[in-house]
């Protein structure tokens, strides 16, 4: 039987190829020249190209065109011009080079050569033929790259734009990595020990789970190779732990869970907001964005990268405890307008996972209904007690 898809309403979509007003038509502007003129992963081919995602951000926050040409320049200042690839790729050998960041060139071209010779400029059937077809899709391997090629498929659909899109197919190629065969072999997916439907839960078993206790001296990226080389089975214990019994429920929970990662874990006055952590809650909000618009034998496999990824990124920090007590339920009267402008105006402006942490939350807030305020909560806490990221120990 199929797996049951997950059923949640299409975002608003911002079409700016068209719209006549000055702001969508910075927005387009902007994105193009970001497409012409900066490669997509940078500084030894160890950097992503954020200026898609603050753009959008920022845009779909209220950001006037002023504020758009700011976030460019602050952003272009610190990115690197295109560099030719080895060698063009063709449609007999475009798996060859995946997982080759020296092809982002390459692969910008060809999905490029593709769009205009088969599909009619149509991005979306550009990206349904190499995403979703196939031995072993591209959508089995979205969270390569901390989820970068996931966040930029997103934007594309977001604010219907093909440049992003074909970003977001050469990030898909160029970041994918070993992670897709977790989905892609059927193997790995086995019965647990246990089982639980709240990701929350199952993240507050993990954090008491003394097997994982003394596995890294510190906390950090770099740790997340090392649990799948020599701890997967433990972590693919939790992984096939989470039952997605009502599966829109479940997608629902996770993002709960992905605002929780954030914020719930960093102790009053410590500031210690986690860069990789981040991933989590942007690659979520990623895929609110994308469900509605992707095939539905696809849906619970999507959660279910991201849920592999949120396992990997918590122990690769020492799994800090879910503290609700983080969160002050007292907002002193302040509302999303309130967090809004601390996004467009505050002093972490120009800081692409701060605005778009902002995005996320909000979107969530507006998907499932926040009757408690809890997303908003979060978004308080959150623009108020941040002085910047921490990567590790």
Known sequence: ???????????????????????????????????????????????????????????????????????????????????????????????????????????????????ALRFSYD??????????????????????GLGHPLIHLGYAFEIDNREVAIEALALSSVQYDFLHKYIDDPSYTKPSSFKMTSP??????????????????????????TIFKKHEALLLEYWNAWELADPTRQFEESQEAAVRLLVATVTNGTHAYNFFTVHLLTTSHAIRILLPYIPARFHANVVREWWLLALAVYVANLRPRIDPDNVPADLKGKGWSYVEDKALRGPWATDAHFVKAVRAMREAALTWGDVHEQYLAAAVRFVDDFEGWVFGG
């Open 1 to 115: 039987m199929a797996p049951a898809a997950i059923n949640i309403k299409p975002v608003e979509v911002h079409n700016i190829e068209t719209a006549p007003e000055k702001r969508p038509r910075t927005l387009k502007h902007l994105l193009r020249a970001n497409h012409a003129n900066h490669s997509i992963v940078y500084h030894n081919l160890s950097f992503d190209n954020h200026m898609a995602h603050i753009l959008s951000s920022a845009y779909l926050l209220g950001a006037d065109a002023a504020h758009l040409h700011h976030i460019y320049d602050v952003e272009a200042s610190e990115l690197e011009p295109w560099k030719e690839s080895p060698n063009e790729i063709l449609l007999s050998d475009w798996r060859d080079y995946l997982g080759d960041k020296h092809y982002q060139r390459a692969y910008i071209d060809f999905y490029e050569d593709q769009l």
């Open 123 to 144: 991005w979306k059937k550009l990206v349904e033929e190499f995403m979703f077809n196939g031995k072993n899709p591209l959508v089995n391997g979205l969270i390569g």
């Open 200 to 225: 929350t839960e199952l993240l507050n078993k993990l954090a008491a789970d003394e097997r994982f206790d003394g596995l890294f001296k510190r906390p950090g990226f770099g740790n997340i190779d």
